[in-house]
């Protein structure tokens, strides 16, 4: 039986690379809007490679601060207030709305590996999710050790490590016999439901016990004070004056002020930043131009709800305009627009006199400077519309990374366990080591572990789910010693946490910290090692 021809075969052909690259079946990138094996072969040709990926390079970090960008300032905001509209509490919207809002870029990533995947290389999902892990709990969890050691909490850090050190066991398990079955995926979303429950379930449990306790401190308090008599300072009683009162009240009368008609377009349809241009460092100066176009790409197609703003951020023209915009590019990005009703009437024209419709009945019922009574549902607009926009740049960074795999000849798994992982897990990192150099180390701590479980259960999960209930059978995966290694590494560093911190009575000191960075190090030279064939 002769072997397929796959696209890495490219350089047998090197005479007509172009063609070989057009009529291959395996070259074809699904899911995405540019195809950049023909852009690189065909458009820029072979004596101007360089210079076409250095092109696709720079195009690879606009898409990650584009999906940044996306999830950070509309996607979770966009949860926020979802979750204020259903009236949920702190808690419980942070582990799930906000939990899978951070957690989006992997969980989107992953279900565009997964479905992208050919021949079972589900190595770019598996990279990026087990990569991801070991890189969060080792270089950030490492380097918040560094900059901030701290006593950690107990139960909360230990509840959130076993679930990890389980999760990534079953999806070892999962792999080890080269098939996912759909009860499998599925137990991955059901063991992120069981973790919501206790996690919620002890949240009550918790404050339960403290409410119990300050009834009792109270009751004591009273009965100390009939028994030897009330003690009166009047010097430590605050006098709120209703100035004061006054002061916290908000204003609601809040009118924008007169300005010229082209000044006032300005203020509604271009975006603005809160940091001044002159207080910005060059690396801040150059992410600003950066997410520039991409800012102004999100502000006319994405609805924002701000509750910090005044009137909520409503924008009378904008907003309208959203109405048309936001629906258009779903169509567009989704490629459901070009589909033609009867084979005449594309459905993106349908939408388009929709949208029109509904853009000037909102121009006539609204006033420019009070927000209407139903302005909170722009916010469920704006989500599926982030949704949209993240999955589509996710397609887009995956075709990318198979596109340098091939050139240069990488496998997914670890394209997917260094710049997809990398990628996706910087904010994590800046977040997280942020949060221990304000003074919050457990907070940044818990996040290490919380988070990328988060990410790993559903980013297995939901693509699984979906593509073994869509075929009915078991996804078939092409297996790896390279992945293994990932599964083995990231369980060593939770177990070997798990152990340590116990036994260093939860005290992350900096030579902890010193130890799990070095564990990494000798992760990533073993993998690459693995990928160079010096090792297996």
């Not at 021809?5 to 899911?31: A, G, M, P, Q, S």
């Not at 021949?119 to 901030?148: K, P, Q, R, S, Y």
Request: proline content about 4%; hydrophobic content about 50%.
């Amino acid at each position: 039986m002769a072997k397929a021809v796959e696209c890495r075969d490219y350089r047998d052909y090197h005479n007509d690379t172009c063609t070989f690259i057009r009529t291959t079946d395996d070259c074809k990138l699904e899911d995405g809007f540019i195809n950049y094996l023909q852009f690189l072969f065909c458009v820029i040709g072979d004596k101007l490679i360089g210079l076409g990926l250095t092109l696709l390079a720079g195009w690879l970090f606009v898409l990650f601060v584009g999906l940044g960008v996306t999830a950070d300032s509309y996607f979770c905001p966009a949860l926020r207030v979802i979750a204020r509209v259903l009236k949920l509490s702190e808690n419980i919207a942070g582990v799930t709305f906000l939990a899978f809002g951070n957690g989006a870029p992997d969980i989107f990533s992953a279900i565009a590996a997964v479905g992208s995947a050919k021949g079972g290389d589900v190595g770019l999902a598996f990279g990026a999710l087990f990569g991801a892990g070991v890189f969060v709990t080792t270089i950030v969890a490492g380097t918040i050790c560094l900059v901030t050691p701290f006593r950690s909490i107990q139960r909360p850090l230990l509840r959130d490590i076993i679930f990890f050190i389980i999760a990534s066991f079953a999806a070892y398990v999962a792999m080890y016999d080269g098939k996912i079955y759909f009860a499998e995926s599925l137990g991955f979303i059901i063991m992120y439901v069981v973790y919501l429950v206790v996690l919620i379930g002890g949240y009550f449990v918790n404050r339960r016990i403290k409410d119990r306790r300050a009834l009792i401190q109270a009751a004591h308090t009273e009965a100390a004070a009939k028994t030897y008599g009330s003690i009166q300072t009047p010097e430590t009683t605050a006098a709120v004056s209703v100035d004061d009162m006054e002061s916290n009240i908000p204003d609601e009368s809040y009118v924008q002020p007169d300005v010229s008609l082209a000044l006032y377009l300005r203020h509604a349809f271009l975006p603005r930043d809160d940091v001044p241009w002159a207080e910005r460092g060059i690396i801040g100066k150059i992410l600003s131009i950066v997410k520039m176009p991409v800012s102004l790409i999100l502000h006319f197609t994405v609805p924002l709800v701000d509750y910090d703003k005044p009137e909520n951020n409503w924008n009378k023209l904008l907003n309208s305009f959203h109405l048309l915009s936001g629906p258009l590019i779903v169509s567009f990005l989704t490629q459901v627009g070009f589909i033609k009703i009867a084979n005449v009437f594309p459905i993106w024209a349908i939408v388009a006199i929709v949208g029109t419709i509904l853009c000037f009945a909102m121009l006539i019922m609204t006033e420019h400077h009070s927000k209407p009574r139903y302005h909170s549902g722009f916010a469920f607009l704006g989500f599926a519309v982030s949704v949209v926009w993240i999955y589509s740049v996710a397609n887009e960074i995956v075709n990318l990374l198979t596109t340098f795999g091939i050139v240069f000849d990488i496998s997914n798994t670890i394209l997917g366990l260094t710049f997809l992982a990398w990628g996706n897990s910087l904010s994590d990192y800046v977040s997280n080591v942020v949060s221990a150099r304000q003074g919050y180390p457990n907070m940044g701590i818990s996040a290490c572990y919380g988070g990328p479980l988060l990410n790993f259960l559903m980013g297995l999960g939901i693509p699984f789910t979906y593509v073994t209930l869509k075929t009915g059978q078991p996804f078939v995966i092409d297996k790896s010693l390279l992945q293994n290694i990932i599964a083995y590494f990231l369980f060593g560093s939770l177990a070997g946490t798990l152990l340590f911190i116990p036994l260093n009575k939860f005290y992350y000191s900096r030579r902890f910290g010193a130890i799990l960075i070095i564990f990494y190090i000798v992760f990533l030279v073993l993998a690459i090692l693995i990928e160079t064939n010096v090792i297996g």
